[in-house]
């Protein structure tokens, strides 16, 4: 019987990824680039708002005419007109001087703050009392306050977020430079399955990890093949991942990723031209079988057929991979999370990653701050006992818990961070 | 001057929200159907994996003719055959038989356990010694243990995951009944504002909330329908909310939002037909002058201008509400954060409830771990001191952090949890 050589360590494997190179770039309309990734860096063009503008409804003085104003001790100043909205202000301010304005008006030349309209009354004629001190920038945005010509907004590689794209819209860029969306051709292999829309006879099962992986990699951004299924045989195997490596960033196989009587999947990719095997076997659990070779910049992934594995290994794997490929610079370093109780101890073997599929259930009140100055503390975690074998293990649960590769396992009631398996907000 | 009567509370707000309906179903096909909300809930029609399954390479025995075996001391059992990969297999154990079997190949009848081929060795004719004790049900799945027939294996209102699909796929759910997508109209209003792709002149700018709200809303699975910029004139105004009503499961306008001088949202909603203020005026920052309206079942909300404001809002209400519209029965009640170490102070309010836009740092190692039984705390929060009139408050964020209504303010160096602006994993 074949076996794993030597288990890799999940960080050894993330190593291999980023030496994957960013696909190109494509220019496409600003309006469907959320979650793309710049392929260059974004420079303000020029100042942004572009003038002074205010804040508030009300007057825009020079601050040091109102200074020391008060409701008992108003300034009193000369109203000089109004400063009309969208439109460049022709008034120059002189001193003791005051003029309208709106929220979003530009300011007249003189001016350096706006006090409220509640500070101010009518005084008679074109007089009007303020009756509240300004600093000089109160209640306005400097020209450049939002973003100074030439400064760099935006990183090369940055994802971009609604509010990216709102800051892109007000320079105007209508059209974004970023990396192409990476192509992945996803297939299943064994000898067992039929695809989904088959009724298995006794002793098949439908494809679930196409349908799964194919979910995860289009909630990364990536364009999806469904490739279909290739039964335990290694040449039509090695054809089909062949063909499909002309035109795809990379081929992810589930099933055959470990080493045993009908395990093809790393005979097959080691067999294509200028292939190299990066990785067979990994130190983790779930999804020890994992495979990762390249063949120029094309990834040649294998994962295991179990179902639960094989999500836990996209998770883990492929995802990074499509953020590398997509240019990502700054991979999110700040996992997010929430804190919780484990509800039993666990057992791991120190070398070894382990992610444990936990269900949330809410702490009663009094069981909730239990750690003098941290926020309240909501949630239990309860491992759940499913085989890797099973899809529900992960629909089951509400998160992820992972005892580390120094740990031999996890202590009841300890304080563990749990990654949450519906990524939704 | 209109001033605002009384400010809600944020969760008075989010309880109107839970007032909508959600929307209709309609039937999709399974591979579409990442991130929708499943519209009944989903009952598994037969067991899963349907027969017992071997999950490791070995043989099929009757757990109690190997009880006690080991390395000195080997079961002797007969070879009765091979189990064949995606067939029913036709043999019945007997009593000291063993059955060739590969991994999730079906067990034959008579069979409870597996023993995986590394204990075994050939021992002359059709006997073979297997060197290792199993329990029942060891090294395989029973027929029922991914689901059992009857199951609810996903509630109505499920945001579906990868996992999701997964399980539906393996019970050949080519298509699944979801809610519809909302359909949201987003107006920008403002004599100053032009479109992006125009050059502003002097004391105009460009409209960016449109586009950084539409992406929130695609983020959150709406279509969305950008019906452009209508200037300071409330009869315009009112004419084009009552047309995409008809149209629009919600009107979202940004701009004119509070009690101004050239501020109509309000007088616009509340002239629609059958029209009911729920809010207008919220105790948050960035965002007071907030506005929730409904006619029939149609939403009508009011963004504040400011574009910082409006991103806060459209996060802590206008995705509450297209998760209700989809029927989302558990509004994600753990949110997931990270923890971070206060960089400095912040005052608040009481009665308010602050959302502070933070960078974070990375701790030095050995701040990292300051309280015992917790996780490493790897991060400061770094408060950014931006108007709520700068889109780059946001964009330079990685997080908010929340000070609730019952704090006048936040310490330094106190513990906080922080949401990520970046959403991506």
Not at 118 to 123: G, H, L, P
Not at 349 to 361: M, N, S, T
Not at 371 to 397: D, F, N
């Amino acid at each position: 019987m074949k076996s794993f050589l030597k288990l890799q360590s999940v960080e050894e494997v993330l190593a291999h990824i980023q030496r994957f190179s960013p696909l190109s770039a494509e220019t496409i309309a600003l309006d469907q680039a959320l979650g793309r990734h710049l392929a260059v860096p974004f420079t303000a063009p020029h100042d942004l708002p572009g003038f002074d503008r205010s804040t508030v409804d009300g007057y825009a003085v020079r601050a040091r005419d109102v200074f020391g104003a008060g409701e008992s001790s108003p300034a009193l100043l000369e109203y000089a007109g109004d400063c009309r909205m969208g439109e460049a202000c022709s008034l120059v301010l002189g001193e003791g001087q005051a003029a309208r304005i709106l929220t979003g008006g530009m300011l007249p030349a003189g001016a350096d703050a706006v006090v409220m309209v509640e500070y101010s009354r009518q005084a008679g004629g074109t007089l009007l009392e303020l009756t509240r001190s300004v600093a000089p920038g109160e209640n306005m945005l400097h020209h450049d306050e939002d973003a100074a010509a030439g400064q760099v907004c935006l990183p090369q590689g940055r994802r971009l977020t609604p509010q990216d794209l709102g800051l892109l819209a007000a320079f105007g860029q209508t059209q974004v430079t970023v990396h192409v969306q990476p192509r992945i051709a996803i297939l299943s292999t064994g000898d067992e399955i039929v695809p989904f829309d088959t009724t298995p006879a006794p002793g098949q099962i439908r494809d679930v990890n196409a349908h799964s992986i194919a979910a995860l990699c289009r909630a990364c951004g990536a364009c999806v093949t469904l490739a279909g299924l290739v039964g335990d045989d290694a040449p039509a195997l090695r054809c089909t991942v062949g063909t499909l490596m002309a035109s795809h960033h990379a081929v992810v196989i589930s099933g055959g990723s470990s080493a045993g009587m009908r395990d093809h999947t790393v005979e097959v990719f080691t067999s294509q031209p200028d292939s190299e095997l990066l990785c067979h076997g990994v130190a983790l659990s779930p999804g020890k079988p994992f495979i990762l070779a390249r063949s120029g910049n094309v990834a040649l992934m294998g994962l295991p057929g179990h179902t639960g594995s094989a999500l836990i290994c996209a998770r883990v794997f492929l995802r990074p991979l499509l953020a590398r490929l997509q240019g990502r610079t700054a991979p999110a370093q700040a996992a997010p999370g929430v804190l919780a109780r484990l509800g039993r101890p666990l057992a791991s073997a120190q070398g070894r990653r382990d992610y444990i599929r936990v269900r949330l259930e809410a702490l009663p009140e009094e069981e909730q701050s239990p750690v003098p100055g941290l926020p309240p503390l909501r949630w239990r975690a309860m491992p759940l006992a499913v085989p890797s074998g099973c899809i529900s293990g992960l629909t089951r649960a509400q998160g992820l818990v992972v005892c580390p590769e120094n740990r031999e396992g996890l202590y009841a009631d300890e304080i563990v961070s749990v990654e949450l398996l519906d990524d939704s907000l």
